[in-house]
């Protein structure tokens, strides 16, 4: 029989001392990353890149929710999980 994992990851604990790299804890440092990069939209074939885009979004990147764009949803996110530590993987 198959184990069963559960997995409780925080997406807005975006960068640790590199960007985009998660280092566990939602802290002012990740608050500060989505703050600097308000307004980053990812980039649209045809246009130019978006220099406030890092390339990445989802979990660990410029966009926790995933919409494409870094705003004030990804943000709030990342107030209201402030000091949220992400789990290990537990059976």
Not at 29 to 50: M, Q, T
Request: charge should be neutral.
């Amino acid at each position: 029989m198959p184990s069963i994992y559960k997995y409780d990851n925080c997406w807005f604990d975006a960068s640790a001392m590199s960007p985009a790299i998660q280092d566990g804890l939602m802290g002012m440092r990740n608050i500060s990353y989505l703050i600097l990069h308000f307004k980053a939209k990812a980039p649209v074939a045809g246009k130019p890149v978006d220099p406030r885009w890092v390339g990445t979004y989802g979990n660990g990147g410029v966009d926790p929710y995933g919409d494409r764009t870094c705003d004030m949803r990804d943000i709030s996110g990342a107030i209201i999980h402030f000091e949220h530590k992400n789990s290990t993987l537990t059976p």
